[in-house]
């Protein structure tokens, strides 16, 4: 099935939008459509085009390509999932690397649209698919609760470095002991938000505690896995892999090698969400013992140990213990049921 490559790269008030042209008998190439409103009136606009150039190319189907760009791709992007065209939001940093390796070095939002719509052409990246309601909204609910945490935290260190001062303004101290305050009342309203949602939908409550028994995971991470694993079963359609989710999340080996003679270490492609990956690194650090020198037995300690007794550097071990935890979260998911550590002993 023949399909119409168009690419559209997103700023807060336009969408600049391109296509590639497949030509059979000569050079195929991205032509640029024009620039639009990111609006209602805009998303009509470009879809009319769309369809139009879709018939006259011959195309049977519209695979649109988009940045993730804060938020602002996210209405043009159900716009185009719910008229039934394929969407795909590709990670920003495999597409400036794919275009990097094209040889393209001048950047304007025209030539991006351009290159998305090449890029799906050439990489036919996933499919995008939006998330079960309730996912999405604890989805944002955990988001925002991580930027109030992040502020408090941020507030308590002005706090304290205001200590330190001499001279000071006593507007600067009640000021900040209001903020804390308000931010302090907003985390908890959020968090007792968070556990009224999963009381109201029970298959979330029940998925949250089943990750919970996976060595590593506690309470925050939990949450934070509830979203990842529904996210990735999805885009997959159901029938994703280990490998897959650990390609997706960016935890999968990226070994370096020239030749017969260079080489570095090992490391992981980082592709996707780096809060995932820093959720899953702490929880491995917890779980190894790392964190609170506990030095009980699990599957996930004895994983990492051998990993270090057969000289492998802790850093390594730990992402590794990282992905172990990933593969474990998703294994439990798909499965329905609670970490079982009797199938982990001969795993390692």
């Given at each position: ?69 804060g938020g602002y791709e996210q209405p043009m992007t159900y716009f185009a999932y719910n ?41 036919n990246p996933l499919d995008w698919k939006p998330l079960p309601e309730e996912v999405a ?86 949450d934070v896995m509830v979203v990842a694993m529904n996210r990735f079963d999805s885009l ?113």
């Amino acid at each position: 099935m023949q399909k119409l490559f168009v690419g559209i790269d997103v700023s807060k008030k336009n969408l600049d939008v391109a296509y590639w042209q497949q030509n059979e008998n000569k050079d195929s190439k991205a032509i640029f459509l024009g620039k639009f409103a990111n609006d209602a009136d805009g998303f009509q606009t470009i879809a009319q085009a769309v369809e139009k150039i879709k018939d006259i190319e011959g195309c049977e189907s519209i695979f649109l390509v988009m940045e993730p760009t804060g938020g602002y791709e996210q209405p043009m992007t159900y716009f185009a999932y719910n008229l039934g065209w394929q969407v795909s939001l590709p990670n920003p940093k495999q597409v400036k690397d794919w275009i990097r390796g094209t040889g393209t070095r001048a950047k304007t939002d025209k030539i991006d649209a351009l290159m998305l719509a090449k890029y799906g052409a050439v990489q036919n990246p996933l499919d995008w698919k939006p998330l079960p309601e309730e996912v999405a909204q604890l989805d944002s609910m955990l988001s925002r609760l991580q930027v109030l945490k992040d502020m408090l935290a941020s507030e308590k260190n002005q706090c304290e470095s205001l200590g330190y001062r001499v001279v000071n303004h006593p507007i600067v101290s009640q000021n900040l002991g209001e903020n804390m305050a308000s931010l302090e009342r907003q985390i908890k309203e959020l968090e007792k938000a968070v556990q009224e949602h999963y009381k109201k939908h029970q298959h979330l409550r029940e998925q949250r505690k089943r990750l919970k028994t996976v060595n590593g995971v506690g309470d925050r991470i939990a949450d934070v896995m509830v979203v990842a694993m529904n996210r990735f079963d999805s885009l997959t359609d159901s029938s994703g892999t280990s490998k897959g989710i650990t390609a997706y999340y960016g935890l999968d080996p990226k070994p370096y090698e020239s030749g017969s003679s260079v080489r570095k270490r090992p490391g992981i492609s980082r592709q996707g969400n780096t809060e995932i990956r820093h959720y899953l690194f702490m929880g491995a650090l917890g779980g190894v013992g790392g964190r609170s020198g506990r030095k009980v037995d699990t599957p996930l300690r004895s994983f990492y140990k051998s990993l270090v007794d057969r000289g492998k550097p802790k850093k390594v071990a730990l992402v590794a213990a990282a992905r172990k935890i990933l593969v474990w979260c998703w294994a439990v998911f798909r499965q329905g049921k609670p970490f079982d550590p009797t199938r982990c002993q001969h795993s390692h």
